[in-house]
């Protein structure tokens, strides 16, 4: 069986921090990419940050956090971050981690795209006030 546990949301002023984690277990993912979506009510979910497998660890992210939050990972702990600096209210969401499929190993191939993950957890809401 393969969980996947986010945690670390909550309720946040706008111009403060959060660190989001996610522990992976039954599955080893130093050789996944792995990454971070969101999503509001009414809205598809969407990508927010990539990470690639352990040997590389690059990442990408979305237009609109990119410079404000930072993604990595901790392969002795099998568990990526997300770090999210300078919050702004429209950052309120649902966060998920997702594990990529072995194939999909780094984050130049469409990392945005749901498909091409396979294990998902239910998500930490993360809410910003003004």
């Known amino acids: 069986l393969v969980q996947v546990v986010e945690s670390g949301g909550g309720l946040a002023q706008a111009g403060q921090s959060l660190t989001l984690s996610c522990t992976v277990s039954?599955?080893?993912?130093?050789?996944?990419?792995m990454g971070w979506f969101r999503q509001t009510p009414g809205n598809e979910r969407e990508g927010v940050s990539c990470?690639?497998?352990?040997?590389?660890?690059?990442?990408s992210y979305a237009a609109s956090v990119t410079g404000r939050f930072t993604m990595s990972r901790d392969n002795t702990k099998n568990t990526v971050y997300l770090l999210m600096n300078s919050l702004k209210p429209e950052d309120t969401a649902k966060y998920y981690c997702?594990?990529?499929?072995?194939?999909?190993?780094?984050?130049?191939?469409?990392?945005?795209?749901?498909?091409?993950?396979?294990?998902w957890g239910q998500g930490t809401q993360v809410t910003v006030s003004s």
């Open positions: 997702a594990v990529a499929e072995p194939r999909f190993a780094t984050c130049v191939d469409s990392w945005s795209t749901l498909a091409r993950y396979n294990y």
């Open positions: 990470i690639s497998w352990s040997g590389e660890a690059l990442t």
């Open positions: 039954g599955l080893t993912v130093a050789n996944r990419r």
